[in-house]
């Protein structure tokens, strides 16, 4: 997408009307949650372990992923619960897991990972300079 699409009609009362896209506005919103989204599983799937940091877990191991960096996933728990939701000018990325905010923050044991924001800051940050756009979101913290 190239940017925002502004309609700019002179009526015949000589006055200038401007209306924003609103339907370009939220595909462009869907694409980007989407991206991140997406960007945030891959990053999962990819994510470094400690070997020598693995414990027993029920019936198998779980391998912690290093500092830092994005939660390697175990039983694909956390990756099916990321999500979005679109309102006319905005949007929401989100897990609803209970256990997303300590790897967001990190606890008194473990460092804080990688996760919603950070994938949403790289695709926004993948996007051309020129996306007017996209140097119009704002991420609120």
Avoid: C
Wanted: proline fraction near 4%.
């Amino acid at each position: 997408m190239a940017g925002i699409v502004v309609t700019m009609a002179v009526a015949a009362d000589r006055m200038v009307r401007i209306r924003i896209d609103d339907a370009r506005i939220q595909r462009y919103l869907v694409s980007r949650l989407n991206d991140a989204r997406s960007t945030f599983i891959r990053n999962m799937s990819l994510a470094e372990t400690n070997p020598n940091a693995g414990r027993r877990r029920g019936e198998g191991w779980h391998f912690p992923s290093i500092p830092g960096g994005y939660p390697r996933t175990d039983t694909g728990r956390l990756a099916n619960s990321v999500d979005f939701q679109i309102g006319e000018r905005e949007g929401i990325l989100f897990s609803d897991i209970e256990y997303a905010i300590f790897l967001a923050t990190g606890t008194r044991n473990m460092a804080p990972r990688k996760m919603l924001e950070d994938a949403l800051e790289e695709v926004m940050a993948a996007r051309p300079e020129t996306d007017m756009l996209a140097n119009a979101v704002v991420i609120d913290d």
